[in-house]
T-cell receptor, first 112, second 112 residues
Framework: SQTIHQWPATLVQPVGSPLSLECTVEGTSNPNLYWYRQAAGRGLQLLFYSVGIGQISSEVPQNLSASRPQDRQFILSSKKLLLSDSGFYLC???????????FGQGTRLTVV | DAKTTQPTSMDCAEGRAANLPCNHSTISGNEYVYWYRQIHSQGPQYIIHGLKNNETNEMASLIITEDRKSSTLILPHATLRDTAVYYCIVRPRSTGGFKTIFGAGTRLFVKA
């Protein structure tokens, strides 16, 4: 069965520090992968999506970047975090047609 | 922008049916209607999806109007654990490179 792993669950980082959040999927190949961010009490904002290795589409100009070094690995990064980068980050994947999206459990990032 | 509109919040008494509406007046012929829910501080969870016929599974029923411009998610016997944010999204059948956009959703409060 397909599973998605996202870590860490919580993270507190100082302003100006780097960030690396990792997401990996199992039980599927060539998935579409997504990074979302959710501010407190708000909906999900699509940040990046990827249809394959090295293919990244950015939805929102921001202080973040994404990479897909392997088929089932999706990484969210920042060189210097801002206070506004705080939020709940979710990774998701979508497999073959007509299937639902599977979400990781999320990373709650607090930039202090 | 999300292609769906939903009420911001709804209340439902425990044990009663919860009917959550969604408008998707610009839905295309190849787009499915998907419903997810998000319990606080967790990743969204898939509930059900459909194209044009009504669907039912162990979690809920989905009623899609004949013109496909709106749908209703029905939780037949709501429990306190159904309190969550419910998202209605539309997406094409093909998964190649599309963006899954979530709106703000409906916050359902199930009350004892």
């Amino acid at each position: 069965s397909q599973t998605i792993h996202q870590w860490p669950a919580t993270l507190v980082q100082p302003v100006g520090s780097p960030l690396s959040l990792e997401c990996t999927v199992e039980g599927t190949s060539n998935p579409n992968l997504y990074w979302y961010r959710q501010a407190a009490g708000r909906g999900l904002q699509l940040l990046f999506y990827s249809v394959g290795i090295g293919q990244i589409s950015s939805e929102v100009p921001q202080n973040l970047s994404a990479s897909r070094p392997q088929d089932r690995q999706f990484i969210l990064s920042s060189k210097k975090l801002l206070l506004s980068d705080s939020g709940f980050y979710l990774c998701a994947w979508l497999g073959t047609e007509n299937t639902e999206a599977f979400f990781g459990q999320g990373t709650r990032l607090t930039v202090v | 922008d999300a292609k769906t509109t939903q009420p911001t919040s709804m209340d439902c008494a425990e044990g009663r049916a919860a009917n959550l509406p969604c408008n998707h007046s610009t839905i295309s012929g190849n787009e499915y209607v998907y419903w997810y829910r998000q319990i606080h501080s967790q990743g969204p969870q898939y509930i059900i999806h459909g194209l044009k016929n009504n669907e039912t599974n162990e979690m809920a029923s989905l009623i899609i109007t004949e013109d496909r411009k709106s749908s209703t998610l029905i939780l037949p016997h709501a429990t306190l654990r159904d309190t969550a944010v419910y998202y209605c999204i539309v997406r094409p059948r093909s998964t190649g490179g599309f963006k899954t956009i979530f709106g703000a959703g409906t916050r359902l409060f199930v009350k004892a």
